[in-house]
């Protein structure tokens, strides 16, 4: 079974960047579709970010203009690039990959956090 391992959270000030990483154990085009969800204190998780196995994407509401999320078949990796931070984008960060079978994986999750 393939593993996703998120990476690249930290602490971050208001107005800026940050790229978060999926890296998956095997190949990503396995998967149906990856996606990107998190999880506030006291929230329950919620839906980012989505790219299917032919590139298509879509964003929340919430994020669309300043995240996007994109693909790199050759290295196995989705990617998260995140602009203009909020602190109400302070979460945990998860990587979801979605089987044709209909089983989903998830990675243990980043966390992103609001410096200010």
């Known amino acids: 079974q393939v593993q996703l391992v998120e990476s690249g959270g930290g602490l971050v000030q208001p107005g800026g960047s940050l790229r978060l990483s999926c890296a998956a154990s095997?190949?990503?085009?396995?998967?149906?579709?990856m996606s990107w969800y998190r999880q506030a204190p006291e929230n329950q998780r919620e839906w980012v970010a989505i790219?299917?196995?032919?590139?298509?994407?879509n964003h929340a509401n919430s994020v669309k203009g300043r995240f996007t999320i994109s693909r790199d078949n050759a290295k196995n990796t989705v990617y998260l690039q995140m602009n203009s931070l909020r602190p109400e984008d302070t979460a945990v960060y998860y990587c979801?990959?979605?089987?044709?079978?209909?089983?989903?994986?998830w990675g243990q999750g980043t966390q992103v956090t609001d410096s200010s």
């Open positions: 979801k990959g979605s089987a044709y079978s209909g089983q989903d994986t």
């Open positions: 095997g190949s990503i085009s396995s998967f149906l579709a």
């Open positions: 790219i299917t196995k032919s590139g298509a994407t």
